[in-house]
C-alpha cells in the first residue's frame, strides 16, 4: 500500500506542478496614461487594467516620481480597473513609473511596472525591490500544498466508494479505514498550508515570515473564508463519513448464478436498503458536503477567473470528482483487494467497478473538454496553440485506452480468470498513468485566452530620443513601434538651452530605408500649448526607417532633424 500511495502522489505531482514560466495568471492589458506615452500635465489619477479581477497587495502598488518620490494613495479596484489616486510631484516634468503588485482572481500574485513621461522623457525610476519576485520557500510550498491537497481528496474518494458499495463480507476495514483518515489529514494540512502561504505570495516573504495580523487579513479575505469552509466541512464529513464506513451495510446474497460454489469468508453482499432512515440521511449529506467541499477548489482556481466562471467551475468539481473516483479506486484495489480475495469475488466486484471507471474517466474527459473549450476562448486556437494540439492528443490517446480497456473488461466478464481480472485493473492503471502523464504537460502550457491576452500584454516598450540642432531640441516619443497605422506621435520643442520653444509648423516624415523607399509626410499638428506636437506614423512594411522631424520656429527659420527606428525586427 506504501507503493501504491508513494506513486500516486508521483502521478498528482506531475499533474499539478507546472512550469513557473507558462504559469497562466493576470496579465496587464492598458493603463491611462497609456504606456510609453507622453502627457503634458501631471494627472491626477492612473489606472491599469488587468485581463481579470485582480486584488492590490498593501504597500505594493506605488507611483514614482521623476525624482524618486512616492506620490500614490490606497489602490482600488472596480471589475479588472486598478486605480490608483495620484498627489503632485514636486518635479512633475520627466517620466514616471507605475509599480504594482497584485492577486489574480486564480490566487496567484501578478508584479510589474508601466512607465509613462509628463512634458518630457526622463530616466526611468528604479521599482522598489519588495515589488517584484516570490521567495524560493513560497514557490516551492504553494504547489506542493496543492499535490497534497489533491493526493488527499483521492485517498477519501476511492476506499469510501468501495467501503460503501464494493466491499466482500469478512475482509478487514481497516486499512481502507486508515486510508480515508489519512484523506482527510492531508487534504487539512494542504488546505492549511495555502491559507499560511498566501500573504507570502503576495508581500515576496519567505514562507516562515507570517504575522499575526496578515493570517487574520487572509482569512476575512474571500479566499480565505473559501479555504476555512473547506476545513469546516471536512470536519463534518470525518463525523458522518467515517461511522457509516466502519460497518456494512444490511446486505443480501447475490444471484446464485454468480456465488453458489464460491466458497470463502469473502461472499459479496450489496445494499438491498439502508437499515434505519438516518444512514440514508447522513448519506444525502455526506454527498452535498462532498459537493461544496470539491467547489472549494476551482473556486480559488483559474476556474473563477473564466469567462462563464459558473459553467468553469461547474466542469473543475465534476473534473475533479471523477478524478477521485478512478484514481482512488485503483490506489484500493491496488492496495486492498486483488491479492487475498477470491477470484469468484473479484468476478463480481471488477466488473462493477469497471463500469464505475468508465463513467468517471467519461465525465472527466467531458469536464476537462468544457474547461478546455472555455479557456482557448475560440475554435482555431485547437490547432494554432500549443494548449489545443495536447489536448487533442489527450483525448485520441484517453479513447484508444478506454477502447482497449473496454475489450479487456468484457474478456474477464466472460472468462471469470483472476489472471484475467488482475489484467483489467493494470489496464486502468495504464490509462491512468498516460492520461495523467499528458495531463501534466496540459497544464502547463497557457490555455488559449490566455495567449491572447498575453498577445496584448502591454510591456510599456516605446522609441523616445532627443534630437538637437542650431535653433532647437526636439524631444519625442512613439508608441508603439509596431507595423501598421495605428504608432503615435508626440513631440515637445525646446530651445538650446532647455526653455519652452513655440513651433510656427510641424512636418514628420517617415522613409524606409532598405528597401530604399520615399519618404512619406506623416500626420501632425501642434498643441495649443505650443510647443507640443501630436500626430501618427505608419509602418507598413518590417525594417529600418529613417525620421526626419522638419520644424519652422519663426516665419524664416527652419531646420530638420533626423533619426532611424527599426519595426518589425
Known amino acids: 500500500m506504501t507503493r501504491v500511495m508513494l506513486f500516486l502522489l508521483f502521478l498528482l505531482a506531475s499533474l499539478t506542478l507546472p512550469a513557473s514560466p507558462a504559469q497562466a495568471h493576470a496579465a496587464p492589458v492598458g493603463a491611462s496614461p497609456s504606456p510609453g506615452s507622453v502627457i503634458g500635465s501631471s494627472p491626477s489619477e492612473v489606472t491599469v487594467t488587468f485581463s481579470e479581477p485582480v486584488t492590490p497587495v498593501e504597500g505594493r502598488v506605488q507611483v514614482i516620481a521623476p525624482n524618486g518620490d512616492r506620490i500614490s494613495g490606497k489602490a482600488t479596484v472596480e471589475g479588472t480597473v486598478m486605480r490608483i489616486p495620484v498627489r503632485q510631484a514636486d518635479k512633475p516634468l520627466g517620466t514616471y513609473l507605475i509599480s504594482f503588485r497584485v492577486i489574480s482572481a486564480d490566487s496567484h500574485p501578478v508584479g510589474g511596472a508601466i512607465s509613462f513621461s509628463v512634458g518630457a522623457p526622463s530616466e526611468r525610476p528604479e521599482a522598489p525591490s519588495e515589488t517584484t519576485g516570490t521567495h524560493p520557500s513560497v514557490e516551492v510550498a504553494v504547489p ?62 519567505p514562507l516562515w515570515s507570517l504575522s499575526a495580523q496578515e493570517l487574520t487579513e487572509t482569512v476575512t479575505s474571500e479566499y480565505g473564508l473559501l479555504l476555512t469552509g473547506r476545513l469546516v466541512i471536512l470536519g463534518a464529513l470525518a463525523a458522518l463519513l467515517l461511522p457509516l464506513l466502519r460497518r456494512a451495510p444490511r446486505t443480501v446474497r447475490e444471484p446464485a448464478r454468480v456465488l453458489v460454489g464460491a466458497g470463502g469468508p469473502d461472499l459479496v453482499r450489496t445494499e438491498a436498503k439502508p437499515p434505519i432512515k438516518i444512514n440514508r440521511l447522513r448519506g444525502y449529506a455526506v454527498i452535498a458536503l462532498s459537493a461544496a467541499g470539491l467547489a472549494t477548489w476551482p473556486l480559488t482556481g483559474h476556474a473563477v477567473a473564466a469567462p462563464m466562471a459558473g459553467i468553469t467551475v461547474t466542469a473543475g468539481v465534476v473534473h475533479m470528482a471523477a478524478m477521485a473516483v478512478w484514481i482512488g479506486g485503483l490506489v484500493t484495489l491496488a492496495g486492498f483487494l486483488l491479492r487475498g480475495t477470491h477470484p469468484r469475488v473479484l468476478g463480481v466486484i471488477l466488473p462493477a467497478w469497471s463500469r464505475w471507471a468508465s463513467i468517471a474517466v467519461l465525465w472527466l474527459v467531458f469536464a476537462g473538454a468544457i474547461q478546455a473549450v472555455v479557456q482557448m476562448g475560440k475554435v482555431s486556437a485547437l490547432w494554432t496553440t500549443g494548449y489545443g494540439q495536447l489536448l487533442i492528443a489527450k483525448l485520441a490517446i484517453t479513447a484508444l485506452v478506454l477502447g482497449a480497456a473496454a475489450f479487456a473488461r468484457r474478456m474477464v466478464i466472460t ?22 502523464a499528458i495531463s501534466s504537460v496540459l497544464v502547463q502550457v497557457d490555455p488559449g485566452r490566455i495567449a491572447a491576452t498575453k498577445e496584448k500584454e502591454i510591456t510599456g516598450q516605446g522609441f523616445s530620443e532627443t534630437l538637437t540642432s542650431d535653433l532647437y531640441a526636439v524631444q519625442f516619443n512613439i508608441y508603439p513601434v509596431e507595423l501598421g497605422e495605428y504608432n503615435t506621435v508626440h513631440a515637445f520643442l525646446y530651445t538650446p538651452d532647455g526653455g519652452p520653444l513655440r513651433a510656427e509648423e510641424w512636418q514628420v516624415t517617415a522613409r524606409l530605408t532598405d528597401p530604399a523607399l520615399e519618404a512619406v509626410d506623416q500626420p501632425i499638428a501642434g498643441l495649443p500649448t505650443g510647443n507640443q506636437a501630436l500626430g501618427s506614423i505608419s509602418f507598413p512594411l518590417a525594417g529600418t526607417y529613417e525620421i526626419t522631424f522638419t520644424i519652422r520656429t519663426t516665419a524664416i527659420d527652419r531646420a530638420s532633424v533626423k533619426t532611424s527606428v527599426t519595426v518589425g525586427g
Open 144 to 205: 506542493v500544498f496543492k499535490t497534497v491537497g489533491y493526493a488527499g481528496v483521492t485517498l477519501i474518494a476511492g476506499p469510501a466508494l468501495f467501503l460503501a458499495f464494493l466491499w466482500p463480507r469478512g475482509r478487514s476495514r481497516a486499512g481502507a479505514l486508515k486510508t480515508v483518515r489519512v484523506g482527510l489529514a492531508l487534504t487539512a494540512f494542504a488546505t492549511l498550508g495555502a491559507i499560511a502561504s498566501y500573504p507570502q505570495q503576495g508581500s515576496g516573504a
Open 415 to 436: 472468462r471469470a480468470a483472476a489472471s484475467g481480472l488482475r489484467r483489467t485493473v493494470g489496464i486502468e492503471v495504464a490509462a491512468s498513468v498516460v492520461i495523467l
